[in-house]
């Protein structure tokens, strides 16, 4: 059997306490998301598991919700996912090769160009969000997924982490990958993109999550419910639930947040193994 | 001539040139040993040769064919570099097939080469292994595997063993020559390490500054150094080099007067460390020891003699502040202008 060391008890109660301090709203979530919205009404938010679990996943995920009862949150969940996705990949593909041209091909003004990029790291997404919402209107994408994607995958901090990362790639793995004779494509593809895979993970799972918590963007860039993420729904069922005449469903409200928070944790989880392998994995 | 570099200049910034006017020859089946002092250029040579660096005038030729303006993969050369530049992330195989895998070689012979070259430098066991579980004599092996799996006509060394310890280079620096003579490729080595130019040289170019200060046999470059330059960079420790004045076409060196056809006002005389001796001999000199180096088989002595500094090289063991005679044959003495 295990000694139990004692010196380490007051540490370990602590961290504890501390993980149960956080884990206990998510669990009061999952907890109340169990229940019927009559119990919730009488007695508040719930700490025991209740009676009505499947049903209320069910009727979320395939009974069409809402504001205007058009969109059921399994179909949120799959937009949430492909604005998710999009965002990460094309963020994690743009700012390599951005990267790329900025560090390998020394044409003028490249430094200039770097620095301009960087520039726009001061701007967050809200002040420019009304010239995009212009250009976008004008081009014809809102309600469209590349609408919702495109114009966020620029991406300032991703191209400069990947510049960082192949400044310190040594020059003589490219003068060696040129003698074997690789192409500027190829030394891309088989050396750069293999050694910058640490790189990628951690920006995509940075960026997955920055993406699918998007919200002002989506409110703007969508007015469609078939359009709508998880996160404009859950807004809505509490807007519903305030404004409209029906008995508020927090059960619900309560199942999309759980649904909400699954994916990015399961991207953290699934990913941070890859993330520390390749950690392990990666020496220049 | 098989590698031929006609009057090459190459320069990064307007003011400073860094090669200038340089001419060199190599014969199929040569071992070249470019040597100088870091920032000589010498590196600088190495890189144009590969088509690493454009030059800004001159020719180079590679098997009777003009390079210039040819990619490296082009020129058909191999190149190891001082820190391996193995691909990371790719095993030992990977590494060595990449280069004929772009050349779009088959599959069958890719192996069959692999697995030759691997036999001949014993690194078959490493075949599956990531660069990174290697020791650096496994990945200098490496190295030089990707290099001779191409079969180039020319090998360009780059500092390969300055990463290595002592015992290693020494070893890997026999074994490359051995390789040399087996494979008989034309090869241009660059270091700043004189032992490894004397060892592994067919003929050594010493480099200063830019400009050949001198191309020939390891034993030409030892006993008819060209310059006083290259008679202080070649040898360990290095020559000691006296200033002498002249007066009516002869100079008074200690204490003997040597006949010199020359006018100049001053003259260097240099005197291998290891010309100066315990047995009788022309000159006789008195020096005072102020340290001693113990390298075993013999001691490396400095001292001081008529106000000047001196190396001597003896299996005399003196201590400090001890005065001692030595000799010096007038044979071994080095006039330079």
Redesign the interface.
């Known amino acids: 059997m295990k000694k139990i060391r004692y010196d380490k008890l007051p540490v370990h109660i602590f961290l504890i306490v501390s993980a149960l301090v956080f884990l206990l709203p998510v669990w009061m979530l999952i907890a109340t998301s169990t229940h019927s919205p009559e119990e919730i009404i009488q007695h508040g938010f719930q700490l025991g598991i209740g009676e009505h679990f499947l049903s209320t996943y069910k009727s979320i995920l395939f009974e069409k919700e809402g504001y205007t009862k058009s969109v059921t949150a399994g179909r949120m969940l799959i937009n949430s996912l492909i604005l998710g996705f999009g965002f990460a990949i094309g963020k994690v593909i743009i700012s390599s090769l951005a990267a790329y041209a900025i560090v390998y091909f020394r044409f003028r003004l490249a430094n200039f160009l770097f620095w301009i990029i960087f520039l726009t790291l001061l701007l967050p997404v809200e002040v420019r969000i009304v010239p995009s919402f212009e250009v976008l209107s004008t081009l014809g994408l809102l309600n469209s997924y590349t609408g919702l994607i495109v114009p966020l995958i620029a991406s300032a901090t991703g191209t400069f982490f990947f510049r960082q990362f192949y400044k310190s790639v040594?020059d003589?793995?490219l003068?060696?990958?040129?003698?074997?004779?690789?192409g500027s494509w190829?030394f891309f593809i088989?050396?750069l993109l293999?050694?910058s895979?640490t790189m990628m993970v951690a920006l995509f799972i940075v960026m997955f999550i920055v993406g699918w918590n998007q919200y002002l963007w989506p409110v703007m860039m969508t007015t469609k419910p078939e359009y709508s993420t998880l996160l404009l729904g859950i807004k809505e069922i509490y807007q519903s639930n305030f404004e409209g005449s029906y008995l508020p469903e927090y059960n619900k409200a309560a199942a999309m947040t759980i649904l909400a928070l699954i994916v990015p944790v399961g991207i953290v989880v699934i990913f941070q193994k890859w993330f520390v392998k390749g950690l392990v994995?990666?020496?220049? | 001539m098989y590698l031929n570099i006609k009057d090459v200049d190459k320069s990064y910034s307007k003011e400073k040139k860094i090669i200038h006017g340089l001419s060199l020859e190599a014969e199929k089946g040569e071992f070249l040993v470019i040597v100088g002092p870091s920032g000589c250029g010498k590196s600088t040579l190495l890189r144009m040769i590969a088509g690493l660096e454009e030059i800004d005038r001159g020719i180079i030729e590679i098997d009777g064919q003009v390079v210039n303006s040819l990619s490296p993969a082009q020129r058909d050369i191999a190149m190891v570099f001082q820190n391996y530049a193995l691909y990371p992330h790719m095993s030992v195989y990977k590494n060595l097939s990449y280069g004929l895998k772009n050349r779009g070689f088959d599959k069958g012979l890719i192996e069959q080469r692999v697995h030759e070259v691997a036999k001949l430098l014993q690194i078959e066991e490493f075949l599956f292994r990531k660069p990174s579980a290697l020791s650096g004599g496994q990945r200098q092996r490496v190295a030089m595997g990707r290099a001779i799996v191409r079969e180039p006509k020319v090998f360009l060394y780059d500092e390969p063993l300055s990463n290595l310890d002592a015992k290693l280079r020494h070893q890997m620096r026999i074994e490359i020559r051995k390789l040399h003579e087996r494979l008989g490729i034309t090869s241009v080595y660059v270091t700043h390490d004189q032992v490894e130019a004397m060892t592994l040289a067919d003929r050594i170019v010493v480099m200063n500054e830019g400009k050949i200060e001198q191309i020939g046999t390891p034993d030409e470059i030892y006993n008819t150094p060209a310059s006083v330059f290259v008679a202080k960079f070649m040898g360990t420790p290095p020559m000691n080099i006296f200033q002498v004045k002249i007066s009516n076409g002869k100079m008074d060196f200690l204490g003997i007067e040597v006949e010199t056809g020359s006018s100049d006002d001053t003259l260097f005389v240099g005197i291998r460390p290891e010309a100066i001796q315990d047995e009788e001999s022309d000159i006789s000199i008195e020096v005072a020891v102020t340290m001693v180096e113990r390298l075993g088989s013999e001691n490396i002595i400095y001292g001081e003699c008529m106000g000047e500094q001196v190396i001597i090289k003896s299996k005399k063991t003196p201590s400090k502040n001890d005065t001692m005679q030595f000799y010096i044959p007038k044979e071994s003495i080095f006039i330079f202008s």
């Open positions: 040594p003589e793995l003068e060696a990958a040129k003698i074997d004779g690789a190829q088989d050396i293999p050694l895979k994995d990666t020496e220049k």
